[in-house]
């Protein structure tokens, strides 16, 4: 199944709009960064990643969510462990989601990358579904942004490295760059 995108948007996603981003300062996209995410730590399916993206977290909901008070974070798509595609910024802004990064001696990332959440951690192995649906998304956006290349793909512990460590051992990167 191809995906299709409008103005930065990938159509056959659920979007659920974050106010994390601002405009990019050159529209070029160049680069893909993929993440994961779990909240609480390991556990799936809640709402919690949607709540802070959208910047509405409940911090008393979990104990672990006091340090994540007043963090202003978001990604371009999230990618469940079912499959489902949520995008919560336009492909054509610059989300907040590499932090302070460098790719081929460039800092600040956020400034020509795309960020992809799967929802997992660094240990568990990823879903049948969410590697399906991170190929034709990956494969959708190399179209729609022809300078992103399968060696313009890479983790977000690539980028910051020492400071985080996803999308972690799990992460079968042959099978994805295979398939691309």
Request: hydrophobic content about 35%; glycine content about 8%.
């Given at each position: 199944?191809?995906?299709?995108?409008?103005?930065?948007?990938?159509?056959?996603?659920?979007?659920?709009?974050?106010?994390?981003?601002?405009?990019?300062?050159?529209?070029?996209?160049?680069?893909?960064?993929?993440?994961?995410?779990?909240?609480?730590?390991?556990?799936?399916?809640?709402?919690?990643?949607?709540?802070?993206?959208?910047?509405?977290?409940?911090?008393?909901?979990?104990?672990?969510?006091?340090?994540?008070?007043?963090?202003?974070?978001?990604?371009?798509?999230?990618?469940?462990?079912?499959?489902?595609?949520?995008?919560?910024?336009?492909?054509?802004?610059?989300?907040?989601?590499?932090?302070?990064?460098?790719?081929?001696?460039?800092?600040?990332?956020?400034?020509?990358?795309?960020?992809?959440?799967?929802?997992?951690?660094?240990?568990?192995?990823?879903?049948?579904?969410?590697?399906?649906?991170?190929?034709?998304?990956?494969?959708?956006?190399m179209c729609e942004y022809p300078k992103i290349t399968p060696n313009r793909v890479t983790?977000?512990?690539?980028?910051?490295?020492?400071?985080?460590?996803?999308?972690?051992?799990?992460?079968?990167?042959?099978?994805?760059?295979?398939?691309?």
């Amino acid at each position: 199944m191809s995906l299709t995108l409008l103005n930065g948007w990938v159509i056959q996603a659920r979007y659920c709009l974050s106010p994390h981003f601002n405009h990019r300062p050159l529209n070029e996209v160049s680069l893909l960064v993929i993440h994961n995410i779990s909240l609480p730590a390991g556990c799936f399916g809640l709402p919690y990643i949607d709540q802070l993206f959208q910047g509405k977290l409940d911090i008393q909901a979990d104990d672990s969510f006091k340090e994540l008070q007043g963090l202003e974070v978001s990604a371009h798509f999230l990618i469940r462990r079912d499959g489902e595609l949520v995008q919560y910024v336009s492909c054509d802004d610059r989300a907040w989601h590499a932090g302070v990064s460098s790719f081929e001696g460039r800092s600040q990332c956020n400034d020509f990358a795309i960020g992809i959440e799967l929802e997992g951690t660094d240990l568990e192995v990823y879903s049948e579904q969410q590697y399906t649906q991170l190929i034709e998304l990956t494969k959708s956006l190399m179209c729609e942004y022809p300078k992103i290349t399968p060696n313009r793909v890479t983790g977000h512990s690539d980028i910051a490295p020492g400071r985080k460590t996803d999308p972690g051992a799990s992460f079968d990167w042959q099978r994805f760059k295979m398939a691309l």
